[in-house]
């Protein structure tokens, strides 16, 4: 097993967002999402419920959110769960949201020789990794959850894994109490993904 580095710093969403709000039955509204790769800093589309929390809808926002106060690089990726910094976020469900996504990026391998892993659902061509949302200034921004590495993303990075929801958690993770859906953090089945070199596509 290689060198671990980090969290996961980029991933992919090969879709439209009319695709994506139909596959999360949602509400596109205005989202220009046409396709294409998600970095730290640049706009994507989540999933989120409306502000009387029932409808689900499509906004962009940044991945991205701002640090505590002595931090200077908005935090992509949340891991200690019990952290004051994120509690009360996690605990209110407007704040929770879908990260849609088609596969993510980890990279093993030591100094010099990193290699790129493309990590994908199997059985879905449209997944979901848990996330929450802030805003600063009025701007949305996003970040995901993670938790252990499965078997399979343990054998390529030694790091953390992005939290993917299952199909059949989604509804439990944009609306049910903290206590009943931190249940729902720990690692998906290695057995039920892929992994390559490159994008799947």
């Known amino acids: 097993m290689g060198i671990g580095y980090g969290m996961t710093r980029l991933y992919r969403l090969d879709a439209p967002a009319a695709a994506i709000a139909a596959h999360f039955g949602a509400a596109a509204g205005k989202d220009p999402w046409t ?34 106060p002595r931090g200077t690089d908005p935090i992509t990726s949340v891991r200690n769960l019990d952290s004051p910094f994120w509690i009360g976020t996690l605990r209110h469900t407007e704040f929770r949201c879908l990260i849609p996504a088609t596969s993510f990026a980890l990279w093993s391998g030591p100094a010099g020789a990193r290699r790129q892993h493309w ?30 590495p499965n078997r399979l993303v343990a054998h390529h990075h030694s790091g953390a894994m992005p939290l993917i929801l299952p199909a059949a958690a989604h509804e439990r993770w944009l609306g049910t109490d903290w206590k009943d859906t931190r249940e729902l953090v720990v690692p998906f089945p290695g057995q039920a993904m892929t992994v390559s070199d490159a994008p799947p596509g």
Do not use: C, H, N
């Not at 970095?39 to 589309?45: E, H, L, Q, T, Y």
């Not at 999933?47 to 991945?63: C, L, N, Q, T």
């Not at 199997?122 to 252990?148: K, Y």
């Open 119 to 148: 990590f994908a659902v199997a059985d879905q061509a449209i997944f979901a990794m848990a996330g929450i949302v802030r805003f600063a200034d009025e701007i949305p921004t996003f970040a995901m959850l993670t938790t252990d």
């Open 35 to 68: 396709g294409g790769y998600v970095a730290p800093g640049r706009p994507a589309p989540i999933v989120s419920r409306d502000a009387k929390g029932r409808i689900r809808r499509v906004r962009p926002m940044f991945w991205g959110v701002p640090p505590p």
